[in-house]
């Protein structure tokens, strides 16, 4: 694992970017999620990882990207998504009235 998690959140979001298809980018994403549990990372630090992965390649503009690296991003924010709900599966949505 890198120094610190902003480093290793650095380098995963350039391994999705250049991912040369959405396979590798769950295997990495996977292999990230592994390695944090592998050094029992507190789950709300998770969950602020991952909130920072989607705002990364939020920060991204869409013409900066080739279709594949728009491939790669959008099963980042998939698994991101996923991973949370897996994280905290109690969360609520609150409802409009």
Do not use: W
């Not at 290793?8 to 590798?24: E, F, G, M, N």
């Not at 999620?33 to 989607?54: A, C, M, P, Q």
């Amino acid at each position: 694992m890198a120094k610190n998690l902003d480093d290793y959140r650095c380098k995963l979001v350039s391994k999705i970017l250049q991912a040369p298809t959405t396979d590798h980018v769950t295997r990495y994403f996977n292999a990230a999620i592994r390695s944090l549990k592998e050094h029992k990372v507190n789950g709300y630090v998770t969950k602020r990882f991952l909130d920072k992965i989607e705002l990364e390649l939020d920060s991204i503009q869409p013409d900066q990207l080739n279709t594949q690296q728009l491939y790669n991003r959008e099963k980042a924010y998939q698994l991101t998504a996923i991973c949370k709900l897996q994280l905290f599966p109690t969360a609520t949505i609150p409802s409009i009235a």
